[in-house]
């Protein structure tokens, strides 16, 4: 089946520190990758995406690298505000299939001042 | 605003009861998901729709009834809650530029 694994949280960093977030994925087809953020109280929002090895997603500073040789899509921003605490959730969707998700567990991520 | 709308936002059961979790969506989308969300587990799909009069099952659909006879609405249903369906419930659809989530419903099952 297809799973998701992310770093266990939480993660507290001081502001403009360099935030990496580990995700990896094992996939019995070809996925699409993403991010997204989920702000307290708030829904999920997409923070951004990759379809195909190789693809590099970015938004609000944030980028996302689809490795398919270390079947991974790490998460990192070079330097975090107090805005940006958070959930981030890493998912893949199979190319093809009836658009299904699936989650990591999630990531909780505390900027302090 | 165009998006995903759920009601209602927050809800207290007895167990034994039942309830549906409206979710409605104007954006012409047909794809429509129901997910919840508990510590440590991420996300997990309950039952989805690719589309009017078509559902199908996710994950964890044990304890929860779907319909979709619009393609606006997607409501969840729960015939006798149980303290283990205490969760956030995230409605889903998905159109051409991906997933647009609603704001949750956070049920509690007492």
């Known amino acids: 089946g297809n799973s998701v694994t992310q770093m266990e949280g939480p993660v507290t960093l001081s502001e403009e520190a360099f935030l990496t977030i580990n995700c990896t994925y094992t996939?019995?087809?070809?996925?699409?990758l993403f991010w997204y953020v989920q702000y307290p109280g708030e829904g999920l929002q997409l923070l951004l995406k990759?379809?195909?090895?190789?693809d590099k997603g970015s938004n609000k500073g944030f980028e996302a690298t689809y490795r398919k040789e270390t079947t991974s899509f790490h998460l990192e921003k070079g330097s975090v505000q107090v805005s940006d605490s958070a959930v981030y959730f890493c998912a893949l969707v199979i190319t093809g299939t009836a658009s299904k998700l699936t989650f990591g567990t999630g990531t909780r991520l505390q900027v302090t001042l | 605003n165009a998006g995903v709308t759920q009601t209602p936002k927050f809800q207290v059961l007895k167990t034994g009861q039942s309830m549906t979790l409206q979710c409605a969506q104007d954006m012409n989308h047909e794809y429509m998901s129901w997910y919840r969300q508990d510590p440590g587990m991420g996300l997990r799909l309950i039952h989805y729709s690719v589309g009017a009069g078509i559902t199908d099952q996710g994950e964890v659909p044990n304890g929860y009834n779907v319909s979709r006879s619009t393609t606006e609405d997607f409501p969840l249903r729960l015939l006798s809650a149980a303290p283990s369906q205490t969760s956030v419930y995230f409605c889903?659809?998905?159109?051409?530029?991906?997933?647009?989530f609603g704001s949750g419903t956070r049920l509690t099952v007492v």
């Open positions: 996939a019995t087809g070809y996925p699409s």
């Open positions: 990759a379809t195909k090895a190789d």
């Open positions: 889903a659809s998905r159109g051409p530029r991906g997933y647009t």
